[in-house]
Protein backbone atom coordinates (compact mmCIF):
# COMPACT_ATOMS: atom_id res chain seq x y z
CA UNK A 1 0.00 0.00 0.00
CA UNK A 2 1.16 3.83 -0.83
CA UNK A 3 1.47 6.18 1.50
CA UNK A 4 -0.49 8.52 -1.29
CA UNK A 5 -1.86 8.55 -4.62
CA UNK A 6 -2.14 11.50 -6.42
CA UNK A 7 -5.58 11.30 -8.44
CA UNK A 8 -5.16 13.63 -11.35
CA UNK A 9 -7.40 11.75 -13.80
CA UNK A 10 -11.65 13.01 -13.87
CA UNK A 11 -12.46 9.26 -13.79
CA UNK A 12 -10.54 8.32 -10.19
CA UNK A 13 -12.03 11.80 -8.95
CA UNK A 14 -15.54 10.73 -9.67
CA UNK A 15 -15.04 6.92 -8.79
CA UNK A 16 -13.73 8.04 -5.23
CA UNK A 17 -15.75 11.24 -4.31
CA UNK A 18 -19.03 9.19 -3.43
CA UNK A 19 -19.65 9.19 0.36
CA UNK A 20 -20.65 5.27 0.09
CA UNK A 21 -17.37 4.70 -1.36
CA UNK A 22 -15.54 6.60 1.03
CA UNK A 23 -16.84 4.65 3.30
CA UNK A 24 -16.22 1.74 1.82
CA UNK A 25 -12.58 2.76 0.99
CA UNK A 26 -12.16 3.50 4.62
CA UNK A 27 -12.93 -0.52 5.87
CA UNK A 28 -10.27 -1.38 3.22
CA UNK A 29 -7.52 -0.35 4.81
CA UNK A 30 -6.78 -3.53 5.42
CA UNK A 31 -7.77 -6.14 3.42
CA UNK A 32 -10.83 -7.62 3.65
CA UNK A 33 -13.61 -9.34 1.50
CA UNK A 34 -17.11 -7.14 0.04
CA UNK A 35 -18.75 -9.83 2.50
CA UNK A 36 -16.62 -8.36 5.98
CA UNK A 37 -17.08 -5.02 4.55
CA UNK A 38 -21.00 -5.29 3.68
CA UNK A 39 -21.49 -6.74 7.59
CA UNK A 40 -19.01 -3.64 9.33
CA UNK A 41 -21.42 -1.30 6.89
CA UNK A 42 -24.91 -2.70 6.95
CA UNK A 43 -25.04 -3.31 3.63
CA UNK A 44 -25.40 -6.27 1.04
CA UNK A 45 -22.41 -7.92 0.14
CA UNK A 46 -23.52 -6.82 -3.67
CA UNK A 47 -23.74 -3.15 -2.89
CA UNK A 48 -20.87 -3.30 -1.77
CA UNK A 49 -19.03 -5.10 -4.56
CA UNK A 50 -20.58 -2.66 -6.84
CA UNK A 51 -18.98 -0.03 -5.33
CA UNK A 52 -15.53 -2.19 -4.79
CA UNK A 53 -15.55 -2.79 -8.49
CA UNK A 54 -15.96 0.68 -9.32
CA UNK A 55 -12.92 1.49 -7.06
CA UNK A 56 -10.79 -1.44 -8.83
CA UNK A 57 -11.45 0.09 -12.20
CA UNK A 58 -10.10 3.86 -11.64
CA UNK A 59 -6.90 2.10 -9.24
CA UNK A 60 -8.02 3.10 -5.56
CA UNK A 61 -8.37 -0.19 -4.43
CA UNK A 62 -6.53 -3.77 -5.69
CA UNK A 63 -7.43 -6.77 -5.13
CA UNK A 64 -4.73 -8.74 -2.98
CA UNK A 65 -6.10 -12.42 -3.25
CA UNK A 66 -8.75 -14.39 -3.53
CA UNK A 67 -10.30 -17.56 -1.42
CA UNK A 68 -12.76 -20.17 -1.74
CA UNK A 69 -15.69 -19.73 0.65
CA UNK A 70 -18.30 -22.27 0.41
CA UNK A 71 -17.45 -23.44 -3.44
CA UNK A 72 -17.42 -19.36 -4.69
CA UNK A 73 -14.05 -17.75 -5.23
CA UNK A 74 -13.83 -14.32 -3.04
CA UNK A 75 -11.77 -11.59 -3.71
CA UNK A 76 -10.38 -9.88 -0.79
CA UNK A 77 -9.69 -6.04 -1.69
CA UNK A 78 -7.40 -3.45 -0.12
CA UNK A 79 -6.87 0.01 -0.90
CA UNK A 80 -4.22 1.46 -2.84
CA UNK A 81 -3.13 4.26 -0.71
CA UNK A 82 -3.14 5.62 2.97
CA UNK A 83 -4.25 8.99 1.31
CA UNK A 84 -5.82 9.96 -1.89
CA UNK A 85 -4.63 13.71 -3.35
CA UNK A 86 -7.01 14.79 -5.74
CA UNK A 87 -4.98 17.36 -8.06
CA UNK A 88 -6.07 20.80 -8.40
CA UNK A 89 -5.82 20.60 -12.05
CA UNK A 90 -8.55 17.73 -12.30
CA UNK A 91 -10.66 21.93 -11.81
CA UNK A 92 -8.18 23.52 -13.80
CA UNK A 93 -7.75 27.51 -13.81
CA UNK A 94 -11.09 29.47 -13.07
CA UNK A 95 -10.82 33.20 -14.13
CA UNK A 96 -7.87 35.27 -15.67
CA UNK A 97 -3.91 34.41 -14.72
CA UNK A 98 -2.94 37.66 -12.82
CA UNK A 99 0.12 39.08 -12.33
CA UNK A 100 1.84 37.17 -9.43
CA UNK A 101 4.54 38.19 -7.06
CA UNK A 102 6.60 36.67 -3.93
CA UNK A 103 3.61 38.15 -1.96
CA UNK A 104 0.66 37.33 -3.66
CA UNK A 105 -1.66 34.85 -2.05
CA UNK A 106 -1.97 32.78 -6.22
CA UNK A 107 1.79 32.18 -6.09
CA UNK A 108 1.43 30.60 -2.24
CA UNK A 109 -1.43 28.37 -4.36
CA UNK A 110 0.91 27.48 -6.94
CA UNK A 111 3.87 26.58 -4.43
CA UNK A 112 1.52 24.01 -2.74
CA UNK A 113 0.43 22.44 -6.14
CA UNK A 114 4.08 21.75 -6.93
CA UNK A 115 5.34 20.04 -3.40
CA UNK A 116 1.70 18.25 -3.39
CA UNK A 117 2.82 16.89 -7.05
CA UNK A 118 6.49 16.38 -6.19
CA UNK A 119 5.59 14.85 -3.16
CA UNK A 120 3.12 12.55 -4.70
CA UNK A 121 5.54 11.46 -7.26
CA UNK A 122 8.50 10.33 -4.85
CA UNK A 123 9.29 6.84 -5.10
CA UNK A 124 8.39 5.33 -1.92
CA UNK A 125 10.47 2.26 -2.08
CA UNK A 126 13.63 4.21 -2.14
CA UNK A 127 15.06 2.68 1.48
CA UNK A 128 15.68 6.58 2.07
CA UNK A 129 14.20 9.76 1.46
CA UNK A 130 15.78 12.45 3.37
CA UNK A 131 13.32 15.56 3.79
CA UNK A 132 12.89 18.00 6.17
CA UNK A 133 9.48 19.76 7.62
CA UNK A 134 9.39 22.79 10.14
CA UNK A 135 6.31 24.91 10.94
CA UNK A 136 6.08 27.40 13.40
CA UNK A 137 4.55 30.76 14.26
CA UNK A 138 5.77 34.06 14.25
CA UNK A 139 4.13 37.19 15.38
CA UNK A 140 4.61 40.20 13.62
CA UNK A 141 3.47 43.91 14.06
CA UNK A 142 2.36 45.58 10.40
CA UNK A 143 5.24 47.93 10.42
CA UNK A 144 7.88 44.73 10.84
CA UNK A 145 6.51 42.27 7.79
CA UNK A 146 8.30 44.00 4.92
CA UNK A 147 11.88 43.86 7.21
CA UNK A 148 10.78 40.41 7.53
CA UNK A 149 10.15 38.91 4.24
CA UNK A 150 13.40 41.20 3.44
CA UNK A 151 15.14 38.95 6.02
CA UNK A 152 13.67 35.95 5.07
CA UNK A 153 14.52 36.15 1.72
CA UNK A 154 18.18 37.29 2.04
CA UNK A 155 18.39 34.33 4.22
CA UNK A 156 17.26 31.97 1.57
CA UNK A 157 19.03 33.52 -1.28
CA UNK A 158 22.34 33.00 0.27
CA UNK A 159 21.24 29.20 1.38
CA UNK A 160 20.79 29.13 -2.63
CA UNK A 161 23.68 30.51 -3.57
CA UNK A 162 25.78 28.35 -0.87
CA UNK A 163 23.99 25.35 -1.72
CA UNK A 164 22.96 25.41 -5.37
CA UNK A 165 25.71 23.73 -7.36
CA UNK A 166 25.62 21.56 -9.94
CA UNK A 167 26.82 18.11 -7.68
CA UNK A 168 24.89 16.19 -5.21
CA UNK A 169 21.63 14.80 -4.65
CA UNK A 170 18.90 17.76 -6.12
CA UNK A 171 16.48 18.48 -2.98
CA UNK A 172 13.46 21.20 -3.76
CA UNK A 173 13.04 24.03 -0.69
CA UNK A 174 9.74 25.30 -0.28
CA UNK A 175 8.91 28.08 2.11
CA UNK A 176 5.48 29.22 2.93
CA UNK A 177 4.89 32.33 4.93
CA UNK A 178 0.21 33.35 5.28
CA UNK A 179 -1.40 34.41 7.77
CA UNK A 180 -2.82 32.36 10.40
CA UNK A 181 -6.69 31.68 9.32
CA UNK A 182 -9.40 30.93 12.42
CA UNK A 183 -9.35 27.01 13.52
CA UNK A 184 -12.58 25.17 13.95
CA UNK A 185 -10.59 22.40 15.97
CA UNK A 186 -9.85 25.14 18.88
Known amino acids: MRDVLYLDQIEQAEALL ?3 RVEVLRQL ?3 R ?3 EV ?3 LDQTPQRVYYHVKRLVEAGLVTQVSERRVRGVHEGVYQAAA ?3 WLSPHLVGRLGLRRERDELNLARLLDLVEQVQFDIAALDRTRPELPSLGVSGEIRLRPEDRQRFFADLK ?3 QDLFTRYGGAEGDAF ?5 CYPEGERDDE
Open 29 to 31: AEP
Open 172 to 176: RLAVA
Open 18 to 20: KPQ
Open 33 to 35: SCT
Open 154 to 156: ATL
Open 38 to 40: AAV
Open 82 to 84: RSY
